[in-house]
């Protein structure tokens, strides 16, 4: 290994012994190589980093932490590197190591009787689902990166997704975890019991800790009965207001039915239609608004398309709906969610975006929708507000695009007064500045002024507790410390 280009505060020493440890292929040095793990997917975030670790087993995860301790050099840990926050960046001095889970592939275990899954970090969502279904089970969590993104940095950043509404958020998939702490040393809680009052929930902590902890290797997840029926919709609305009573009138319907409610607005499908190639509206004239809706249930014959169907007729005829798309099919159903999870990749290909990943309750979301569009346009005149998200749980993400004919930087000057401009209406309505992407490096800074110093206090005390050196993850979650 060259030392010609390592950073001078990793000893080279300590990257021998990585390298000794991890073998060929499971250290990766040449900058061509770890350019794609010291960015994130929007190029958002830039940094540098003289290693990426890809550690095979648990063993040589806790290996790896153990003499990166030892030479106080600070990991990221990284699984499909999906963040929109830039959680799993290091920092652009080349300080940091990246950590990658990826090699963690193997399901340990399904046990068809108590409804648990038993996997490694590095398993993507999408195959911990498919391991699931092969079983005739389902894991009910899903996202739209869930083809990349992995089960360490779902759990990590306690993703929530599109189910939220019917079956929470990552956290409440978790039975048990194992993690490596910040000392090397391995944690094993695994345990799959429904009830276990022992003390203080440890694996709570590690959820949604943004690995800024311990580093987490494996969980037991709950799974559910797989979906025998599922029904969809897609409907065009003329207000928010009227996305709230169809909700209300589908929890009223069959509220243990209803797995999904989504919200997307005129300016998020016009930038889908015209970003992604193969997708049209499935309705016949277009809307200020437009739902999504799933039901599904493990009774067979229970009807669902049937009730869905009868229950946005009586929409349409109490005027909450304008017109109603029901799915036929398998991949018509697959068409409407396509319009909707493709909203990120359409809004990066139209240019730069500031993203604000929020939530408020949900009656309020009527009033953000149209506070938040005017405190933007006040700033950026003729931005492109483009809101769209998890409606049934109260999860908006209130996305700001750019307008034509000016260029990303120019936008993203802007990008902290949006941010402002945006938490304002927030926070004037209860809500919170980051909803179901955590933190990251995006966020630190404005916790403070969110948590008050009561609960930024408790949480400096658990990360001194945890991760004494700051070791782990630094500068995510709570403000980087000055040295
Ligand atoms: C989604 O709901 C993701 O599709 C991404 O959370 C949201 O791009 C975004 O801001
Ligand atoms: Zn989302």
Not at 334 to 362: C, T, Y
Request: net charge negative.
């Amino acid at each position: 290994m060259s030392t010609a280009r390592l950073s001078p505060t990793i000893p080279a020493t300590l990257l021998t012994a990585l390298e000794r440890l991890l073998g060929p292929g499971g250290m990766r040095t040449d900058p061509a190589d770890t350019a794609p793990f010291a960015t994130d997917w929007r190029g958002l975030y830039r940094g540098r980093t003289p290693a990426v670790l890809r550690p095979a087993t648990v063993a040589e995860v806790a290996a790896c932490v153990r003499l990166a301790a030892e030479a106080r050099v600070a990991l990221v840990p990284q699984g499909g590197n999906t963040s929109m926050v830039g959680g799993a960046v290091p920092a652009e001095d080349g300080s940091e190591l990246v950590l990658s889970l990826s090699r963690l592939t193997r399901v340990r275990a399904l046990d068809p009787l108590d409804l648990t899954l038993t996997l490694e970090a590095g398993v993507t969502l999408k195959a911990a689902q498919e391991a699931a279904a092969a079983a005739g089970l389902w894991l009910p969590l899903s996202i739209a990166s869930e083809g990349s993104a992995e089960i360490g940095g779902v759990l990590a950043t306690n993703a929530g997704g599109n189910n939220t509404l019917r079956f929470g958020n990552a956290r409440e998939r978790v039975l048990g975890l194992e993690v490596v702490l910040a000392d090397g040393s391995i944690w094993n809680g695994l345990r799959r019991l429904r009830k276990d009052n022992t003390g203080y929930c440890l694996r709570q902590i590690f959820v949604g800790s943004e690995g800024t902890l311990g580093i987490i290797t494996a969980a037991v997840l709950r799974l559910e009965p797989e979906p025998a029926e599922r029904a969809a919709a897609f409907v065009g609305l003329s207000t928010p207001e009227a996305a709230l009573a169809l909700l209300g009138r589908l929890q009223r319907h069959d509220a243990a039915a209803l797995v999904a409610f989504e919200y997307m607005s005129a300016a998020g499908i016009a930038l889908v239609l015209e970003q992604i190639p193969g997708t049209r509206l499935p309705l016949a004239a277009s809307a200020p608004h437009y739902a999504l809706m799933e039901l599904a249930s493990p009774r067979a014959g229970s009807g669902l398309a049937e009730g869905l169907e009868t229950a946005l007729a009586d929409a349409l005829e109490a005027g909450e709906i304008t017109d109603a798309a029901l799915a036929a099919s398998e991949a018509q159903r697959a068409q409407f969610w396509k319009l909707r999870e493709e909203h990120s990749e359409a809004q990066k290909r139209a240019g730069a975006s500031v993203k604000n990943d929020i939530s408020v309750p949900v009656p309020a979301i009527p009033e953000l929708l149209r506070r938040g569009a005017a405190a933007a346009r006040a700033i950026v005149p003729d931005v492109r507000v483009a809101p769209f998200g998890h409606l049934g749980d109260g999860n908006i993400h209130f996305n700001l695009v750019q307008p034509d004919g000016v260029t990303p930087e120019v936008f993203l000057a802007e990008s902290e007064a949006l941010m402002e401009a945006i938490n304002e209406v927030v926070l004037s309505l209860d809500g919170s500045f980051s909803a179901e992407h955590g933190l990251g490096r995006l966020k630190p800074p404005m916790l403070a002024r969110w948590r008050g110093e009561i609960e930024l206090s408790l949480m400096r005390r658990i990360k001194a507790a945890l991760d004494p050196d700051g070791l782990l993850n630094p500068g995510k979650v709570l403000p980087r410390v000055q040295s």
